[in-house]
């Protein structure tokens, strides 16, 4: 469990240190995220003002669109140069490959969902910041979901010439629960009068998803991977 | 960190090793015995199969067909510990580029759950020749830089297997001659070296033995001649086609049974 | 084995569809929904075979991808294959059954959705399996396997997000005027399903040993 742990934390730590050199995912990701809010505005916002329950689905989308961009960009980087090979000949469970990533993955979200949130708020009117924990919880949970099952598909697609059309067209069918919930859950939360209790249940199904998920793909990432 | 279980092998056995994807054939019921302290040398035209054998020699990719054992173990039954015991340097040179070349190597080292990586990693890049540069990013590295790296990379786990695809296209001479130190080196150290190439210029005075790779067929080269003679000759000989249509089933050879 | 079972099955498929009419047709006329109402008897049965379809690709899929048995690949393309088309017919007939019910043909009702949802899964796999390049068989099965656990994550989720289907209690209390006919189309779906995938793996099992063919030839 330790050696799991350090191969994790080495993989982690390996992606930040790239990441804090050329800063290339995060200010894409960033951008394109901050892009995707703005023509969702023109799309949703009339007569300056947003359509009612608008934001709740603005936020989810924009966190599963720029996710997706992430993901594919996240593996491009092991790719090139061939260095996955590199990663999957070393002697180390290789499920501690796939959380290094998933972790890398997570935290650059985390990162691009905190000003996500915050244009939204502004933008559409929303009370997002009313029950903050329970948004918080939400997100986690959320972005833990889509994070784990594409995180899985975007490293498996690598072998594939057409991997950057495959990618969303395989994850967002498969996400679809995560973003139902994801989406109801927060309009629980921002409706006129928020309905905790149904926020809770989201919560709670988010959370078994998140489980059996990132399971499944701990179960079949070393499969999937050999040839 | 709990230390790798020894998995220890001076041969490595091939026997009707077949991969085919589909209906496209890249290595037909290859036989083929690797031993500690020898360069092997595969030789062939492009898309001959060298990188698909040398898959399948790191493990990575499963045969369709037929078995590899290293000394008594599969790939499978060895997993991690195997892999410990395998180095592979691909064309593609498996570094990143963002980091510097001492991370480069750290992050190897840490991988390969290596006690001291930071020493290691020192040794390591001064074999390279690369003191001076440790701390400069690999993007900024010239070819001949980068491979000397990626082979340092490569051994630092000190592999029985080392795996080479093409290592010289590219190099200039002073890295050509590093990397052929290197190789002896490796031999006289009782590895088992692999080198797919089509670059015979080099390599002529190193090989103690050479196979011939042609359409995932592999014969042996002779043993008369210059090593440029007889891959002519073996070219020559080397079936050039699909041959006429069999008879009946008696053709087919193991694990090939069309039934 | 494949080669025997399919004229059994198809034969029992067969007595099931020509008997079904007439059940279906005897079976009294609902008063709010009329003649409508008969679509249920292969609506209904369309979903659980497309559902049937859906749990052999997921279970063959993770026989294939964790003890590489070959065979299994191909039962989880065929699966995969008659889902969809039985996933089809539950689509078309399903909007028919909504615009007479809620006067629209489309209302994301609940289990609808979860079948278009799952029909988009199922094209997902086949677009991968197609254009994934080599070894995107492989690739495919951890799909296949993710598209399984999908299901109860998409039946609470859909359910709870929107619900004005009506209750699945109905199937059960069913009188029984309209439960034989039902429970007989259901059993002539399942049937067929079986009838359809033991041919599929049929073909599927030729065109491998084709390849193995082709690839002995060239060996000689």
């Known amino acids: 469990m330790r050696r799991f742990l350090q191969v994790t934390w080495l993989v982690v730590r390996k992606d930040l240190r790239v990441e804090s050199r050329n800063k290339e995912m995060l200010l894409t990701t960033l951008f394109f995220a901050v892009s995707c809010v703005l023509v969702f505005s023109f799309g949703f916002v009339r007569g300056g003002e947003a359509i009612e329950g608008s934001a709740s689905g603005v936020l989810w989308i924009t966190i599963a669109f720029s996710g997706t961009l992430a993901l594919g960009r996240a593996f491009e980087r092991e790719r090139h140069h061939d260095a996955l090979r590199g990663l999957l000949m070393a002697p180390v469970d290789r499920p501690a490959i796939y959380v290094g990533k998933l972790v890398g993955v997570l935290l650059l979200l985390a990162v691009v969902e905190a000003l996500v949130v915050v244009m939204v708020a502004f933008l559409f009117q929303a009370p997002l910041f009313r029950h903050g924990w329970w948004l918080l919880t939400l997100l986690s949970l959320g972005t833990i979901g889509f994070a784990s099952v594409g995180t899985l598909f975007s490293a498996m697609l690598l072998r594939t010439r057409s991997r950057a059309v495959l990618l969303p067209v395989l994850l967002y069918p498969v996400t679809i629960p995560v973003l139902i919930m994801g989406v109801s859950g927060t309009f629980a939360l921002v409706q006129p009068e928020p309905d905790l209790v149904l926020a809770r249940v ?15 793909a701990l179960w079949t990432f070393e499969p999937v991977m050999t040839e | ?11 490595v056995t091939l026997s009707g090793v077949s991969r085919h994807y589909g209906r496209r054939r890249a290595l037909s019921r290859v036989n083929l015995v690797l031993s500690a302290g020898e360069i092997i040398g595969v030789l062939g035209p492009n898309g001959a199969g060298k990188s698909t054998l040398l898959g399948v020699l790191s493990t990575l990719a499963e045969p369709s067909n037929g078995d590899v054992r290293y000394g008594d173990l599969t790939a499978s039954a060895g997993g991690a510990p195997l892999r410990a015991q395998v180095g592979f340097l691909s064309h593609e040179l498996q570094l990143y580029p963002e980091l510097t070349a001492r991370e480069n190597l750290e992050f190897f080292a840490g991988l390969y759950g290596l006690d001291r990586p930071a ?43 080392v795996l080479f695809d093409e290592p010289f296209t590219g190099l200039d001479e002073a890295s050509c001659g590093t990397l052929v130190t290197r190789l002896q080196q490796l031999r006289t150290a009782g590895r088992i070296v692999v080198l797919a190439t089509h670059d015979l210029d080099v390599v002529s005075q190193l090989l103690d033995r050479a196979v011939l790779l042609r359409m995932g067929r592999l014969s042996e080269l002779g043993s008369k001649g210059s090593l440029r003679e007889r891959y002519r000759a073996a ?6 086609g699909r041959r006429p249509v069999p008879s009946g089933p008696s053709g087919s050879g193991p694990g090939e049974s069309p039934a | 084995m494949n080669r025997r079972l399919f004229p059994w099955l198809i034969g029992l498929s067969l007595v099931f569809f020509v008997v079904a009419p007439i059940l279906i047709v005897r079976a009294p006329l609902e008063q709010e929904m009329g003649l409508i109402q008969k679509i249920f008897y292969f609506h209904f049965s369309a979903w659980m075979a497309m559902y049937l379809g859906i749990c052999i690709l997921g279970i063959s899929s993770a026989l294939f991808l964790f003890r590489r048995k070959p065979a299994a690949d191909r039962l989880a393309v065929s699966a995969a294959e008659a889902a969809i088309v039985f996933g089809l017919m539950g689509l078309i007939t399903g909007p028919i059954w909504a615009v007479k019910s809620w006067g629209v043909w489309w209302n994301w009702d609940a289990r609808t959705t979860i079948a278009l949802i799952l029909e988009l899964i199922l094209v997902a796999y086949l677009i991968l399996r197609t254009y994934g390049g080599p070894g995107s068989d492989r690739l495919a099965a951890g799909l296949g396997m993710f598209a399984m656990a999908n299901l109860p994550f998409l039946y609470v989720s859909t359910n709870i997000w929107r619900t004005i289907h009506p209750p699945t209690s109905v199937v059960p209390t069913l009188p029984v005027d309209f439960g034989i006919p039902l429970w007989w189309s259901f059993a002539g779906f399942i049937v067929l399903c079986l009838a359809l995938l033991t041919a599929r793996v049929r073909l599927e099992e030729q065109r491998a040993t084709l390849d193995r063919l082709y690839l002995a030839l060239e060996d000689e």
């Open chain 1, 202 to 216: 989201w919560v709670s199904l988010l959370f078994f998803f998140d489980i059996v998920f990132v399971t499944l």
């Open chain 2, 1 to 11: 960190m709990p230390p790798l279980q020894i998995t220890d092998f001076t041969q």
């Open chain 2, 119 to 161: 020493e290691r990693a020192h040794e390591a890049l001064a074999r390279a020749s690369l003191s001076e540069r440790a701390d400069d990013l690999v993007e900024g590295f010239s070819r001949g830089m980068r491979q000397r790296l990626a082979l340092e990379r490569t051994l630092l786990h000190a592999p029985r297997l």
């Open chain 2, 235 to 240: 070219l020559a000989e080397a079936p050039r």
